[in-house]
């Protein structure tokens, strides 16, 4: 064991402020990319829980999100049945509306809008979320059936069984959803039947996106290019994995997220590195006459360094664990109150590293420190 990490180990207590504020300056910026990353899980999750292996695209659109109109001539449809790779196409179709819940027992009313997701209610269908079982798939065959994540109930105002109001037409919740969370608008998801039912269909020979399966999914990236290659600038087919970190890119590239991410990336710096680079050099500074001895035994200052950086080095790795303790907390947490959260692994790993920079940078800064290990103190 090296004399830095034997040091830490034993006067761990010397550089817990230091741990923290690693810890507290990583969970700032992970907590919000979390958060921000989970709005696109939420409103996409019927994409990422399908059983679609590529997505059709209007050429332009190069994201789900915040990416203008995403409507596709119907024509298409029929086309990608063409590659010999594809068994099965269906439209990805969503709108929205007014939703008035009928409040009951005095209870005050909900007015707001939500989003409606659609969903072909056929077993196995290609845009029938794989986490749907039998009893929700059954319960959207009725007619003006909706299915509500069970985080939803509450803010729309109802709970399984109660009917309420979607666009002007009465509609009854028929299945409770899990893991459907959506901390923007409120969404319900209906059947392609109802969804027509509503007013919400395309018109005017256009569909929304298209979700494809393939007979073998191992060959997607190679349909892919294929599909792209014959497209003529009418379309762009993207894999299930590339649309998903389009998505989270297109919200992380948004100007407000932009700004308060850079915002917590600059603050975290700032106070990680102040708060460490303070408490090695006071821990430091308590164990000076042990550092004096080391250069009386003949230690030179240079190789005396390299155990200050090796030990910030250490207290950088111990602040890293701290923040996953604390982000598998917070991630807990907002598990319980249904708000959805994603780390792309991008800036996981963005952030360790910016960590360990912190504390190494801080061990620099704290080595001036080192020049009142004069031996001749020890006579004193």
């Known amino acids: 064991m090296s004399l830095a990490l034997a040091t830490l180990l034993y006067e761990w207590r010397r550089y817990t402020a230091a741990m923290v504020a690693l810890a507290f300056a990583g969970l700032l910026i992970l907590a919000q990319v979390g958060m921000f990353t989970g709005i696109v899980k939420g409103a996409t999750a019927t ?7 590529l ?25 990608m049945y063409m590659h010999p790779e594809v068994v099965e196409v269906a439209s990805w179709d969503g709108d929205g509306g007014r939703w008035v819940n009928y409040p009951k027992d005095g209870k005050k009313a909900v007015t707001t809008f939500v989003n409606v ?20 798939r059954k319960a959207l065959l009725e007619p003006y059936s909706v299915a509500i994540d069970e985080s939803q109930l509450k803010r729309l105002g109802v709970k399984l069984g109660d009917t309420a109001s979607l666009r ?83 919200l992380m590239k948004e100007q407000i997220i ?31 006459k042990e550092f004096a001895s080391l250069r009386a035994l003949g230690v030179s200052m240079g190789s005396l360094s390299l155990v200050v950086i090796e030990l910030s080095f250490w207290v950088g790795v111990a602040g890293l664990m701290a923040t996953t303790v604390l982000m598998v907390g917070v991630y807990l947490l907002a598990a319980n109150g249904g708000v959805p959260m994603g780390f792309p692994m991008s800036w996981v790993v963005g952030v360790a590293l910016l960590l360990l920079a912190i504390a190494v940078a801080s061990g620099v800064l704290a080595l001036g420190i080192l020049k009142k290990s004069q031996p001749a103190d020890l006579l004193r």
């Open 47 to 53: 994409i990422d829980r399908s059983r679609a292996d």
């Open 55 to 79: 997505m059709i695209l209007p050429p332009k659109m190069d994201a789900l999100i915040n990416s203008g109109g995403s409507t596709l001539p119907v024509r298409l449809q029929p086309q």
């Open 117 to 136: 997701n659609m969903v072909d209610t056929r077993p196995g269908a290609v845009n029938l979320p794989v986490d749907f079982d039998e009893a929700t």
């Open 168 to 250: 002007g037409k009465t509609v009854f919740v028929r299945a409770v959803l899990h893991g459907y969370p959506d901390i923007n608008n409120a969404s319900v998801t209906v059947s392609r039947d109802t969804f027509r039912l509503l007013g919400m269909a395309y018109k005017d020979g256009k569909s929304g996106p298209l979700m494809i399966r393939l007979k073998d999914p191992d060959r997607a990236l190679q349909v892919r290019d294929e599909l792209n290659a014959k497209a003529n600038g009418t379309y762009r087919a993207w894999t299930r994995q590339e649309l998903a970190e389009a998505n989270q890119g297109a």
């Open 258 to 288: 932009g700004l308060f991410l850079s915002a917590s990336v600059i603050l975290g710096f700032f106070i990680g590195i102040g708060i460490t680079s303070q408490t090695l050099r006071g821990a430091i500074l308590s164990s000076i």
